[in-house]
């Protein structure tokens, strides 16, 4: 007898990590896939697994956050520098992305850097600074399993991982200034993620 997936079935995977894995021969039932659509439920038959599905580091929620990536272009060089001593300061596992001096250098190829190291579940979290944060931001969204998100103040940090379980942090060195990005970046990391409602939407965009 086949496996037949229901909307139950799929309303207790939503309430847990909002995948639902089944046998390769499972029928989904018309209103089961509906509402698999509704609450962002990924569901993966056997011998699909990998294929076209968010890392599981998208949703990686590790207390306390240990391990850090971090990146920077020439806009943020100095600041990266600062932040960097910070996070070590204070016994975080940091790993400098580069660039290890001020020279003239292309923020996409280090946002992808970092965004990558996360997506592979290398590190916890992942912060990018340029002069601004919005390129950086949009770069490393392109990544597979990441959730980037520009902040300008603490609320935004927490509202990022709260409302919207962001796993990478950008920040513009030209908007903020070091006091103020050590703050947020301390939010960033020490704020989990939010209950089911936030976790629903966040698979939605997952699996767009």
């Given amino acids: 007898m086949k496996n037949i997936i229901t909307i139950e079935m799929v309303e207790r995977a939503a309430k847990e990590n909002g995948m639902l894995q089944t046998a390769a021969d499972a029928i989904i039932t018309p209103l089961a896939a509906d509402r698999a659509k509704d609450l ?5 038959k056997a011998g699909q697994e990998g ?3 968010p890392t599981a580091s998208a ?3 590790v207390f306390p956050v240990k391990r850090i990536v971090l990146a920077s272009d020439h806009g943020g060089y100095y600041m ?15 790993r400098d992305l580069g660039p290890f001096s001020p020279q003239a250098c292309d923020y996409p190829d280090y946002a992808f850097r970092v965004a990558e190291a996360v997506a592979a579940g290398e590190y916890e979290r992942g912060i990018m600074i340029d002069s601004v944060g919005i390129g950086s931001a949009m770069a490393a969204n392109r990544v597979t399993g990441i959730l980037a998100a520009k902040c ?4 935004e940090a927490r509202s990022a991982r709260e409302h919207n379980n962001a796993n990478v942090l ?8 070091i006091e103020v990005a050590k703050s947020i970046v301390q939010i960033f990391l020490d704020t989990p993620a ?4 936030h976790q629903r939407r966040v698979h939605k965009i997952l699996n767009y």
């Fill in 40 to 44: 962002g439920v990924t569901i993966v």
């Fill in 51 to 53: 294929q076209n599905q």
């Fill in 59 to 61: 949703l990686m929620e």
């Fill in 80 to 94: 990266k520098e600062t932040l960097t001593k910070y996070l070590r300061d204070k016994q975080y596992t940091v």
């Fill in 152 to 155: 300008n103040n603490g609320f």
């Fill in 170 to 177: 950008t920040l513009g060195a030209k908007i903020i200034g």
């Fill in 194 to 197: 939010g209950g089911e409602r």
